[in-house]
């Protein structure tokens, strides 16, 4: 029997009440990856993890005035260092990627699994957070076989003109052929 661990090992586990129970019956079958930052462009602040566990001051930044209602959560968030912090456990439904659809499937979160890297659209990705995004890609795809490399896609391809991230600094193919290096990964 393949079991399905709820969380990572290599993570920090966050408590975050922003979840709930998948659909009965529904097989995890889809990897989202995203990107965030808080406040925009910003890293390193404990914004992201403020607003997943409903802790966001609005009066904090101006940008929060907007997002601090929200209850909003990723199964993941890789920071740039490559530090991962898991909010959701994997066989729960994480709230990350909104009104979405994917291959005339809606609902996205009710099969997917959210990764969030801390970062934004207009600039790259760290070493560090490529690596540990393999490194809990390999794990996912290990307990969850319908997630094929086919079944990897960003934010933007569920929800198309509503958001665009992981954003075009996104390394694709680095990431992609990393899924198929059988090298020792660190962490």
Known sequence: MNSKPDYYAHATSIDCSFWDARPDNTEISLLVIHN???????????????????????????????????????HCVIYRDGRIEQYV?????????????????????????????????????????????????????????????GRIIGHNDIAPGRKTDPG???????YRQSLFDNRELRL
Do not use: M
Request: with cysteine.
């Open 36 to 74: 965030i930052s808080l406040p925009p462009g910003e890293f390193g602040t404990s914004g992201i993890r403020e607003l997943f566990t409903g802790c966001l001051d609005k009066d904090a930044h101006p940008f929060y005035q907007d997002i601090a209602h929200l209850r909003v959560s990723a």
């Open 168 to 174: 075009p600094h996104f390394d694709w193919a680095r």
């Open 89 to 149: 456990p994997f066989s729960g439904r994480a709230w990350h990627a909104g009104v979405s659809s994917f291959q005339g499937r809606e609902r996205c979160n009710d099969y997917a699994i959210g990764i969030e890297l801390e970062g934004t659209d207009t600039l790259p990705f760290t070493d560090a957070q490529y690596v540990s995004l393999t490194s809990l890609s390999k794990h996912i795809l290990l307990h969850y076989p319908l997630i094929t490399c």
